[in-house]
């Protein structure tokens, strides 16, 4: 399913969210966020700073956690471990099409 053109938006390294924007983007609640930021899903640029920031890649991770806890119905718990894993493939997949390059 492609998502509305309205969720597009530009996200680099550069960039930075509050944690504001980042509890209004998601859809999750801010206790359930707080959790994933406890497991490692979200983290955020300066974790001992009074108000958070995250690069805004983070929104994206967001929304995914928020399809995530939706579809399957999964606790925070669980759904920062379907982040990891799709991180994971994430990077295999580019590491993959990079060796394909390489090799031509």
Sequence with gaps: MTPPIEDAIY??????????????ASGIPESELTELVRYGALV????DAPTLTFEAR?????????????D?????????????YVERIERLEAELRALRAHLG
Aim: net charge negative.
């Design 11 to 24: 996200l680099d390294a550069i960039a930075e969210v509050t944690w504001t924007e980042l509890v209004n």
């Design 44 to 47: 955020p640029r300066n974790p």
């Design 58 to 70: 983070y929104l994206a991770v967001a929304k995914t956690a928020s399809r995530i806890r939706h």
């Design 72 to 84: 399957f119905e999964l606790d925070a718990h669980g759904v920062s471990i379907v982040l990891c």
